[in-house]
């Protein structure tokens, strides 16, 4: 089935550690982006990338780091420069031009303990 | 840079019912799109229904339309004989017509919907 797989769903990261979020889709879209979710709040972009190789930073993007050499994979790190880094991760794709729908994944829950 | 508000935090309707969910927006730009999203209890985001902003007929979607009002930038959307699958979160959001590099979301705080039984 075509889609967005993130992965994991839920993990726990102690601080003062880099943690890695997995986002792939086989969906063919050229651009692809990162969304954090804080609770009772709407979605905020971290990381955005329209083509292979090429990525810029959203409104949020201090402690994160994100690369983009595949198509379909942008992986999100979240470093231990990330303050308060316990929130919901959400990737997401579309179609790049014309006001496309953008896709979202499951999203991945990260809680540092 | 550009604004989504939504003044609804919570709202609650009767199944069967209709139900309105409000959405301002702030921007200088003639062209763009407005989005809403759904996000159930399972967290994965949506798509309801999308407008063009250069279009004057509103979008539908079976139960699902809007009120576009571009001149008081408002993009209120109605849900009709609403159902006990329609709870969720719902957001709106603006995307700038996009030039390269220039096509993300930006999001209202969202508006919680339950429908009573």
């Known amino acids: 089935d075509g889609g967005i797989t993130q992965s994991p769903k839920y993990l726990f990261r102690k601080e003062g550690q880099n943690v890695t979020l997995s986002c792939e889709q086989n969906l063919n879209h050229d651009a692809m982006y990162w969304y954090r979710q804080d609770p009772g709040q709407g979605l905020r972009l971290i990381y955005y990338?329209?083509?292979?190789?090429?990525?810029q930073k959203g409104d949020i993007a201090e402690g994160y780091s994100v690369s983009r050499e595949k198509k379909e994979s942008f992986p999100l790190t979240v470093t231990s420069a990330q303050k308060n880094p316990t929130a919901f991760y959400l990737c997401a794709s579309s179609i790049t031009g014309g006001g496309n729908t953008i896709y979202f994944g499951e999203g991945s829950w990260l809680t540092v303990v | 840079a550009q604004t989504v508000t939504q003044s609804q935090p919570e709202m609650s309707v009767q199944e069967a019912e209709t139900v309105t969910l409000s959405c301002t927006y702030d921007?200088?730009?003639?062209?763009?799109?407005l989005f809403w999203y759904k996000q159930p209890p399972s967290r994965q985001m949506i798509l309801v229904i999308r407008q063009e902003a250069y279009k004057q007929q509103n979008a539908t979607e079976n139960r699902f339309s809007v009120n576009f009002q571009k001149a008081a930038k408002s993009f209120s959307l109605k849900i009709s004989d609403s159902q006990l699958g329609d709870t969720a979160m719902y957001f709106c959001?603006?995307?700038?017509?996009?030039?390269?590099?220039?096509?993300?979301?930006?999001f209202g705080t969202g508006t919680r919907l339950t429908i009573i039984p």
């Open positions: 959001a603006f995307m700038k017509h996009p030039n390269f590099g220039n096509e993300k979301l930006t």
């Open positions: 990338s329209q083509i292979v190789n090429d990525f």
């Open positions: 921007t200088s730009e003639n062209n763009y799109y």
